[in-house]
C-alpha cells in the first residue's frame, strides 16, 4: 500500500496535455524531492524527471514537473503515441527511521 | 554508461531463500548506493532497500524481516537475499544504481529486470 496517490489512468488525444498528480504528506512530499519514472510496454522504468522539476538529457521538454506542499505534478504536453506508458511519482519517506516510496503508477493513454 | 544485469534462478519454492545478483558493467561499484526494485505482475513499482559501496543498508519497513543486501566490490557486484518467500513476492526484480548527493536522490541507471516465480 503506497503513501503516495496517483490517479489509476489519463487519457488524451494527440497534441493535447496531460497532468497526473501525485499526492503524499508532509513526511514524504513535503520534506523531500520528487522525481518522476516512466515504464513503457515491457521495458524497465527509466527516469524521466528528477529534484521535483528537472530533465534528464535526451528527455524532450514536452515533459515538466512541479511541487507544491504535499503534492506534486507531471505535465505531457503535446502527447503524442509513443508516451502511452505507466508513470510513477517517487520520493524519500521520513517516518519509521526512513524508505524509499513509489506512487501508485498512473496509465497513459493515447485515444 | 553504466550497466547493470540482473541474475539468479527464475523459479523459487515457497519457503525458500530468493537470491538474486545484480553485475554492475562500464563503471565502479565504488562510490555509489545501489538498490533493489520489484514490480509484481501487473502492479505498481516497490523499493526493497539500498547498499552503500561500504556495505551499510537501508531496507523497507514491510520487507525488512526478511531481506539482506550485500555488495562484492572485488566482483562490482551487488546481491539480494528474500528469505521465507511466499506467492506474494513473485515478480520482477530490477537493481539500479542510486544517485545520491545531499537531498537530491533518484535512480538513474536499470537493469532490463528479471522474473522471479514463486510455485512448488
Known amino acids: 500500500q503506497s503513501v503516495l496517490t496517483q490517479p489509476p489512468s489519463a487519457s488524451g488525444t494527440p497534441g493535447q496535455t496531460v497532468t497526473i498528480s501525485c499526492s503524499g504528506s508532509?513526511?514524504?512530499?513535503?520534506?523531500?524531492?520528487v522525481n518522476w519514472y516512466q515504464q513503457l510496454p515491457g521495458t524497465a522504468p527509466r527516469l524521466l524527471i528528477y529534484?521535483?522539476?528537472q530533465r534528464p538529457s535526451g528527455v524532450p521538454d514536452r515533459f515538466s514537473g512541479s511541487k507544491s506542499g504535499t503534492s506534486a505534478s507531471l505535465a505531457i504536453s503535446g502527447l503524442q503515441s509513443e508516451d502511452e506508458g505507466d508513470y510513477y511519482c517517487?520520493?524519500?519517506?521520513?517516518?519509521?527511521?526512513?524508505?524509499?516510496?513509489f506512487g501508485t503508477g498512473t496509465k497513459v493513454t493515447v485515444v | 554508461q553504466v550497466q547493470l544485469q540482473e541474475s539468479g534462478p527464475g523459479l523459487v519454492k515457497p519457503s525458500e531463500t530468493l537470491s538474486l545478483t545484480c553485475t554492475v558493467s562500464?563503471?565502479?561499484?565504488?562510490?555509489?548506493?545501489w538498490s533493489w526494485i520489484r514490480q509484481p505482475p501487473e502492479k505498481g513499482l516497490e523499493w526493497i532497500g539500498y547498499?552503500?559501496?561500504?556495505?551499510?543498508?537501508t531496507y523497507s519497513p514491510s520487507l525488512k524481516s526478511r531481506v539482506t543486501i550485500s555488495v562484492d566490490r572485488s566482483k562490482n557486484q551487488f546481491s539480494l537475499k528474500l528469505r521465507s518467500v511466499t506467492a506474494a513476492d513473485t515478480a520482477v526484480y530490477y537493481c539500479?544504481?542510486?544517485?545520491?548527493?545531499?537531498?537530491?536522490?533518484?535512480?538513474?541507471?536499470w537493469g532490463q529486470g528479471t522474473l522471479v516465480t514463486v510455485s512448488s
Open positions: 539500479a544504481r542510486v544517485f545520491h548527493e545531499g537531498p537530491t536522490y533518484y535512480f538513474d541507471f
Open positions: 562500464a563503471g565502479s561499484i565504488s562510490g555509489d548506493y
Open positions: 547498499i552503500y559501496y561500504s556495505g551499510s543498508t
Open positions: 508532509s513526511s514524504n512530499i513535503g520534506s523531500n524531492i
Open positions: 529534484t521535483n522539476n
Open positions: 517517487a520520493t524519500w519517506d521520513d517516518s519509521l527511521n526512513g524508505f524509499h516510496v
